[in-house]
């Protein structure tokens, strides 16, 4: 029997439908009913129900955006550093695997190639490497599984968020055995406030940066096969391969939906903090090597991008 944590979430919800398609018995638990943050009654509910896996999909990602975590620190903490940390003693203690929902935020920036070396470069809203992002992707590769975070407490600037992920990466990946699964902006047919296509296409104006994305539904089912390969614990890049700029995105959308309305862009990054955001944003390429390693299947994030949107659901607001 498979726990799941964080099903009243929008990955949650994803891992639930999984689950359920696939008849893989399962138990949901919510804090609502009952506190799972607490280790005493999270073994208790491991050890009644023989949990053999445990999933994380619980956390703090603040609302509406992450703005909200550079006041709310306690509940920042809690949920991205604190809660993960019982969850995995938790399964240690039962000897139960875990699988943890991370983020891809704890990076910035990606390699790139310069007269045959790579080197990092942190800051991609500098025109000249969107150009390299558009125009030679060969040029650029993403941050793997060996990388230490760039965008964390230990690597300032970074947002409070970032700064609790990638601690909660910290604090667990040595306790017991489990997946950290790293999540990077999720997407899919479905008109839903938190999907990245539906946030693009209602902000009053984009901001334009290079990103490698997450299809919801690739990701979960990715996630799901590593535990069902038996794939070697440890953490893994979990998005679709390849990246893409936000204005690649867009235009994407334009062909595609044919909206009525026309897209403006924020003219820098300057221009963005000023009136858009508080605390930075991570904007980052992730190399998916080792997933694919695996075995497992993702299909380049283009490709996904395009059947979202070929198949968009309209939300009835
Ligand atoms: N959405 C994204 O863009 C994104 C991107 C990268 C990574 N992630 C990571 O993916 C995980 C799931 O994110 P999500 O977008 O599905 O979040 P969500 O929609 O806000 O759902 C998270 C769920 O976590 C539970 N939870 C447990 N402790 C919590 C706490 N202290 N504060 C708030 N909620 C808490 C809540 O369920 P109950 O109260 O019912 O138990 C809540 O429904 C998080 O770890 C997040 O950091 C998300």
Redesign the pocket.
């Known amino acids: 029997m498979i726990l799941l944590?964080?099903?009243?979430?929008?990955?949650?919800h994803a891992f639930e439908k999984a689950l359920q398609d696939s008849k893989t018995p399962f138990l949901s638990?919510?804090?609502?009913t009952t506190d799972?943050?607490r280790f005493e009654i999270l073994i208790e509910v491991i050890r009644k129900n023989k949990i053999t896996f445990l999933i994380n999909?619980?956390?703090?990602?603040g609302?509406p955006n992450v703005d909200t975590c550079e006041t709310a620190w306690a509940?920042t903490l809690?949920?991205?550093t604190l809660?993960p940390l019982t969850i995995a003693q938790a399964c240690a203690a039962a000897g139960v695997p875990w699988g943890h929902?991370?983020?891809?935020?704890i990076f910035a920036g990606a390699k790139i190639s310069e007269n045959g070396t790579w080197r990092v470069e942190k800051d991609f809203s500098k025109p000249a490497l969107k150009k390299v992002a558009e125009e030679n992707p060969f040029a650029i590769r993403g941050f793997d599984e060996t990388d230490e975070p760039n965008f964390s407490f230990r690597k300032p600037p970074c947002s409070f968020y970032s700064g609790t992920?990638a601690m909660g990466e910290e604090a667990i990946k040595n306790v017991g055995e489990g997946y950290i699964w790293r999540?990077?902006?999720?997407f899919d047919e479905n008109d839903n406030g938190?999907n990245y296509l539906t946030k693009l296409q209602r902000y009053a104006k984009v901001y334009d940066n290079v990103n490698s994305l997450s299809h919801r539904a690739d990701f979960v089912r990715a996630c799901l096969e590593l535990w069902q390969r038996k794939a070697p614990f440890g953490i893994y890049n979990v998005t679709n391969p390849g990246f893409v700029t936000s204005k690649q995105v867009v235009g994407m959308i334009e062909t595609i939906l044919k909206p009525a309305r026309t897209f403006e862009f924020w003219e820098s990054d300057e221009e963005f903090y000023r009136h858009a955001a508080k605390t930075p944003r991570s904007n980052c390429v992730m190399d998916v090597t080792k997933l694919l390693s695996t075995g497992v299947k993702m299909r380049p994030v283009q490709e996904a991008l395009e059947d979202s949107l070929c198949h968009w659901q309209p939300e009835n607001r």
């Open positions: 944590l964080g099903n009243t979430g929008y990955m949650g638990l919510s804090r609502k799972y943050t999909a619980a956390g703090y990602t609302k509940d809690q949920g991205n809660l929902v991370s983020s891809g935020c992920k999540l990077r902006i999720p938190r």
